[in-house]
C-alpha cells in the first residue's frame, strides 16, 4: 500500500468515530466557523493545535511557519491575523513555541542553511539581541529551548506592533495575545505570562519591563 493512503484510511476511521460520538457536528461545521482563538505555532509535525488542547475542529482558526514566527512584512501571516482579528473576531491569539524546535536550534548556529537563512535570520536577530543571557546556558539543548521561550516573547512584542491590532485595542479588550510553550517531553503547554491587550503593556514588553 502506498503510504499516504493511511491518511486517506485514518480520515474514514476518523470521521466514524467523531460522528458516533456527534451525529450532527459535520451539519454544524458546514454552515461556518466561529473559533474564539487564533494559533500561531511552529510547522513541526509534534505540535498540533487542536489535538494537543483536546479541542474540536472549528476552535481554533491556526498558521503555522518555522518556529512560529511574527514577521511584519508577511503577507500570509498577516491576512491570516487580518482575517481572525477583523472578520472572526478571535478572542484570544496564542504564540505558541516549543522544545527541541529544529529552526530555533539550527538559528543557534551561523552555519549556513542555504535558502532558509533568509528566514532563520529573524530567529538570529533575536538570539543576537539576547546573547548575554543565553551565554549563561552551558548546556546546549537547555540554550536552544531558552532562545525558544524567548523567542515566543519576541514573537508576541512583534504581533503587539501590528497596525490593526493596536486599532482593535482602541475599541476594546480583544483580542488578548498569549505566549505559550509545548513541552515534547511531557505533552504539557505552558503559560509564559506574558499576556497583554493594550498598547501601554506593549510598550512596557518593548522596554523591557
Ligand atoms: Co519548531
Redesign the pocket.
Known amino acids: 500500500m502506498e503510504s499516504y493512503r493511511e491518511l486517506l484510511d485514518g480520515n474514514l476511521k476518523w470521521l466514524t468515530q467523531v460522528k458516533e460520538a456527534d451525529p450532527t457536528i459535520f451539519d454544524r461545521l458546514s454552515e461556518g466557523q466561529s473559533p474564539k482563538f487564533l494559533w500561531i505555532g511552529?510547522?513541526?509535525s509534534r505540535?498540533p493545535a487542536t489535538e494537543i488542547t483536546g479541542s474540536i475542529p472549528g476552535s481554533i482558526f491556526v498558521h503555522r511557519n518555522?518556529?512560529?514566527l511574527v514577521v511584519h512584512t508577511d503577507t500570509n501571516l498577516l491576512s491570516v491575523l487580518y482575517f481572525a482579528v477583523e472578520y472572526l473576531n478571535v478572542k484570544h491569539i496564542l504564540v505558541v513555541g516549543?522544545s527541541s524546535?529544529?529552526?530555533?536550534k539550527a538559528a543557534m548556529s551561523d552555519e549556513s542553511f542555504g535558502f532558509l537563512d533568509n528566514w532563520l535570520n529573524h530567529i538570529r536577530d533575536v538570539r543576537n539581541a539576547h546573547k548575554p543571557e543565553l551565554e549563561l546556558i552551558t548546556n546546549e539543548a537547555d540554550r536552544t529551548d531558552a532562545l525558544a521561550m524567548i523567542n515566543v516573547r519576541q514573537q508576541v512584542i512583534n504581533l503587539s506592533r501590528v497596525s490593526f491590532i493596536r486599532q482593535k485595542w482602541q475599541t476594546g479588550e480583544f483580542p488578548v495575545l498569549h505566549g505559550w510553550y509545548y513541552q515534547l517531553k511531557d505533552g504539557m503547554l505552558r503559560d509564559l505570562n506574558i499576556s497583554m491587550n493594550s498598547v501601554e503593556q506593549s510598550e512596557k514588553f518593548l522596554a523591557g519591563l
Open positions: 511552529c510547522s513541526d505540535v518555522i518556529a512560529n516549543h524546535c529544529g529552526g530555533i
